[in-house]
């Protein structure tokens, strides 16, 4: 465990910090572990998603059909580790497609013309070629934040940092307050209902301590899961961010890579081809830790201001 | 989404994974945890009073104040229990302590709270150990501000938009709703001649908790509009109503015991709605990507205007 002082050092909270691991107290330690996702070669064959529930034993949440294209999986969540999320954009929209006048029948940003070239559409393995349709998928899973939200406000000490930077829970400590639910600003982690304690991505901390490679990166045939050392993998996604662009693909930029950003940059990060929103990941996220001194005095004030108007209350007349 | 009403306002632009939330919805029970957040800040409030009546020599609003104060805090305690996914792990809640967990922060003002709550309920009533208990009622009103207000902190730590942005000001507003409850509470039950202060407390929390509540609305922006709209706007405006009904009574009940009482009684039922409230409007910009999306692409865009003013390449880390 942290010393007090290390927990309550600002960069501990926000801010670029390079090494999570020694933060977190491990002197000695392998390097930090990551995964580099590049959705650029997904193509969505959820062999990641399998991987990982059978790799991890994870139950299965609900046989529900969603009519969002070929994603019946919906989102992360207790007992989705991998999520690959299917995106049909029309890449020339058609006028009456747009003005049927059903409001709420398309998805928000359906209707946003996508301009994209020819180029661009001949290029991605993902794009069909003459139903007019591009198709984005991408494998979500834990970002295993620098920051990491979850961590920070689990008040059992149930969530912790691992020596490779990864963020896991111990199931046989969490007691199911499920604080770390809202707390994640990806939407990650959630309760298990039946069980009561949260689950999420471990980054196969077992498959880890063997010196494997996670189950997800093992099974994706295109390598579009890849892992590695965080350092390492940062520097293999700026070259291939920088060849899609050489070869005319604009769109194409990382998520999660900037150990300045609101978190401190992701151990699980990205290679987009649209906003990171269309994905369902948020634009801007910010580690609420951020803010925690704020809250801490602004609770401190309103505890001396409610102190204040309890003897104040005294002040007045007898009897009445 | 038929949980989103119909607007005459356009819908700001944004995109989305099929209109998918972004954040989880917290999976905090309700009613265990509006109800532990209300009756929290009454226990808090309660233990303020009894310090008050006992050194000012109001024995019926002690008894009163003294009984609430650890009711409260058992309750509570029941309630927060009961909300766990795994309450025999409660313990565990004590293993470590973390200023960076409100939750656990909390769990150290809540456990000497409720101890000190009832030993000095359990010695007022008894009659044992009067010092002992004196000491123990000056300890409960210690905790028990913090007890009221943490629970802003709980809530402001975490990726919910309408409950993170309003960090500065959910401590007020839940500390003066804590005021209005918990002197509520005691001019619901304590005898008339003798609830003077409680009268007062109420009164002030509820004026600042219908004030601090319009600024924290001002100041979010966008984001007020889960606290106008749907369940939650219904209970915001249930929790002034109420509020303000106490009020008015209040004001009429100097020679009506019976109306202060109902006084009280709306007091204490605007806080909880507003509890409710909070709660649910934490859900709805859970749910809705819009409540991400819009803000933070906002920020993203001052940051982007920020930055061309200060000119390129002079940005310092």
Redesign the interface.
């Known amino acids: ?1 942290s010393r ?1 002082s290390e ?2 050092s600002p960069e501990s ?1 926000w801010g ?1 910090l390079d090494d999570p691991s020694q933060n977190a107290g491990y002197e000695d330690h392998p390097a930090r572990k990551g995964f580099f996702t590049d959705t650029s070669v997904c193509i969505g064959c959820k062999a990641c998603e399998v991987a990982c529930k059978e790799w991890n034993q994870v139950p299965d949440d609900g046989y529900l059909l ?1 009519g ?1 294209s070929y ?1 019946n999986t ?2 992360l ?1 207790a007992s989705t580790w991998r999520h690959v ?1 299917f ?1 049909e954009q029309p890449l020339e929209v058609a006028p009456q497609l747009t003005d049927l006048g059903m409001p ?1 029948s398309r ?3 359906w209707e ?1 013309e996508v301009t994209l070239g020819e180029d661009l559409a001949a290029d991605q393995g993902a794009a069909s070629g003459d139903s007019g349709v591009r198709w984005l998928m991408s494998s979500d899973v834990c970002k295993h934040c620098t920051h990491a ?1 979850c961590l ?7 969530l912790f940092r691992t020596e490779f930077g990864t963020v896991v829970v111990q199931e046989d ?7 770390c ?12 209902k039946d ?4 689950f999420k991505c471990t980054l196969c901390y077992d498959r880890l301590k063997e010196g494997q490679t996670p189950a997800c990166a093992q099974a994706c045939p295109t390598e579009s899961i890849q892992f590695g050392d965080l350092d390492e993998l940062r520097e293999r996604a700026a070259a291939r961010v920088e060849q899609l662009h050489e070869q005319g693909v604009d769109v194409a930029r990382l998520y999660g890579a900037d150990p ?1 950003d609101g978190v401190g940059g992701d151990g699980a990060f990205f290679l987009l081809l649209d ?1 990171p ?9 910010v580690v ?2 951020r ?2 001194g ?3 005095r ?10 204040g ?6 002040l ?5 | 989404m038929s949980r989103r009403e119909q607007s005459m306002v356009p819908e700001p632009e944004f995109r989305s994974y099929y209109g998918r939330p972004i954040l989880k919805e917290p999976t905090w029970k309700t009613p265990d945890v509006p109800i532990y957040l209300w009756i929290g800040g009454i226990a808090g409030g309660s233990a303020l009073l009894a310090e008050g009546a006992a050194l000012s020599d109001r024995p019926g609003l002690e008894r009163v104040t003294r009984l609430t104060a650890a009711t409260g805090a058992a309750i509570g305690t029941v309630a927060l229990v009961h909300d766990l996914g795994r309450p025999e792990r409660f313990l565990n809640m004590l293993r470590v302590f973390k200023p960076t967990s409100p939750l656990s922060v909390g769990s150290y003002i809540l456990a000497p709270f409720s101890s000190f709550a009832g030993a000095a309920a359990a010695s007022h009533v008894t009659g044992v150990a009067p010092r002992l208990g004196r000491l123990a009622g000056a300890g409960a009103a210690l905790f028990g501000p913090p007890l009221a207000t943490y629970t802003a902190a709980l809530f402001s730590n975490t990726a919910i938009p309408v409950w993170h942005e309003a960090h500065r000001e959910l401590p007020f507003v839940f500390g003066s709703s804590a005021a209005a409850a918990a002197g509520g509470t005691a001019m619901m039950l304590a005898p008339t001649a003798e609830s003077g202060p409680a009268v007062r407390m109420a009164g002030i929390g509820a004026v600042a908790e219908l004030g601090i509540g319009h600024v924290m609305e001002q100041r979010l922006g966008m984001l007020a509009e889960p606290y106008e709209k749907g369940l939650a706007g219904r209970l915001t405006k249930l929790s002034r109503g109420l509020t303000v009904a106490g009020l008015g009574l209040s004001a009429l009940s100097r020679r009506r015991p019976w109306v202060r009482r109902v006084a009280g009684a709306s007091y204490s039922a605007g806080s909880l709605a507003l509890r409710f409230a909070v709660f649910e409007a934490g859900r709805e910009s859970a749910r809705d990507p819009k409540y991400v999306v819009v803000p933070q692409r906002a920020r993203m865009r001052a940051r982007e205007e920020e930055a061309q003013r200060q000119g390129s390449g002079t940005l310092s880390s």
């Open positions: 465990m007090l927990f309550l909270l670029r969603t969002m994603d919906q989102q969540g999320a995106i709420g998805p928000p940003g946003r939200a920070d406000v689990c008040p059992t000490g149930s400590i969490c007691n199911g307050c499920g604080y639910v809202p707390a994640c600003p990806y939407g990650v982690i959630d309760q298990r069980d009561g304690r949260a300045d906003e929103e269309v994905y369902g990941l948020p634009p801007d996220p609420t830790t803010d925690l704020s809250m801490w602004h609770v401190g004030a309103g505890a001396l201001a409610l102190a108007l309890g003897a104040a209350s005294f007045g007349r007898r009897g009445r």
